[in-house]
Structure formats: C-alpha cells, structure tokens
C-alpha cells in the first residue's frame, strides 16, 4: 500500500488548510504525525474503529479535525486557526488491515507512510 500526502502550504497565522491522504489500497487505523523543523515528528491524529473514534494530540485538540472516506480510501486533516507552531512537515500513516495496535500515538505501530506535506505558518 502507498499513501499520497497532499495539501500543504503556506498560511497566515489564524488561517486554515486541509491536507489529504489516499491510500492506494485498504488499510486499517490512519493518523497523521508532523515533525517541525529540528524536532522529532510526533503525534497530530488519529482515525480508528472505522472512523467512529478520533483522537488528538494535545496541540491540536480544538483546531484540527481528523475525517475520512472509506470509499476512498482516504483520510483527510482539517485544520484551522493555525498558529507559527504548526509549522512541519505532515506525514499519513496506516496500519496494514492485517494488525492493529492500540498505541495509535506511537510512531512503531505504523506500517505504511506517506512522502509527507509542508505546512508552513507565517507570522
């Protein structure tokens, strides 16, 4: 399976971007992570139990919303009132329909990635 990340850019603080991922085969659990300049990527969001739980990371509770379309085979990022903070490189990642782990901020539980996206947030 390939993921394909799109949608990044450059934005105003306060400003609004949606970034998408199209998985080119069914997966199970997707999220999305960021790695800022510098800094180690971490957890953003996670869509699981067939799109009916999602979770935050605590940066982003409020701001960013996680959805999906399964006939698709995607996974989009909302995200809004953006801030310089955000600024990274965002990567979709997926687990392969065959496993399923629980830790859905741990990077290890992933087994697919995507190319990743630039969102840049200017002051």
């Known amino acids: 399976v390939q993921l394909q990340a799109s949608g990044g850019g450059l934005v105003q603080a306060g400003g609004s971007l949606r970034l998408s991922c199209a998985a080119s085969g069914r997966t199970g659990v997707m999220a999305w992570f960021r790695q800022p300049p510098g800094k180690e990527r971490d957890f953003v969001a996670v869509m699981a139990g067939y799109g009916s739980n999602t979770y935050y990371g605590d940066s982003v509770k409020g701001r960013f919303t996680i959805s999906g379309d399964d006939a698709k085979n995607a996974v989009y990022l909302q995200m809004n009132s953006l801030k310089p903070e955000d600024t990274a490189v965002y990567y979709c990642?997926?687990?392969?329909?065959?496993?399923?782990?629980?830790?859905?901020?741990?990077?290890?539980?992933?087994?697919?990635w995507g190319q990743g996206t630039l969102v840049t947030v200017s002051s």
């Open positions: 990642a997926a687990q392969d329909l065959a496993n399923y782990y629980s830790s859905y901020d741990d990077q290890a539980g992933y087994d697919y």
